[in-house]
């Protein structure tokens, strides 16, 4: 990359997490992708479920840091 890309990746990394989130999307968007509302609308039900068991206790939540020692610990073996 030259010095203006770098210089812009390192504005947009700098950015607060929702700010690079919003950037995301506009970026994303910008790339024409087809937007199927069907499956986008199924993906928010399934986040909107799984967030209220985490927070209900009925799951309990896994850092990632957990998993990939998991993860590493099968392959071990």
Request: glycine share 2%; no cysteine.
């Amino acid at each position: 990359m030259n010095e203006l890309n770098d210089k812009l990746l390192q504005d947009a990394l700098s950015l607060p997490s929702h700010l690079r989130t919003i950037l995301i999307d506009k970026l994303i968007e910008s790339l024409n992708v087809p937007i199927n509302e069907e499956i986008d609308e199924l993906w928010a039900k399934e986040a909107e479920k799984r967030v209220a068991e985490i927070n209900s206790g009925k799951v309990k939540a896994i850092s990632g840091e957990e998993v990939f020692k998991e993860i590493q610990s099968r392959f071990k073996k």
